[in-house]
């Protein structure tokens, strides 16, 4: 199984269904800035990423 060399990038294809972000954007906390990390459900629409967590 081949390892993921950006799973960032990855995530960055789908839009966010939490912060509703489109794709390319880092997400954003409920304040509009940039969060710390991905939010969970947008790494669910990676199956790559999803049997990781
Ligand atoms: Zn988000």
Redo the contacts with the bound molecule.
Sequence with gaps: MPELAEPAAIVEQFD?P??E?PAGST??TRGGKV?PK??TP?FMLVPQLRAEL
């Design positions: 966010c939490t912060c972000v997400c954003r969060a991905y939010h947008r």
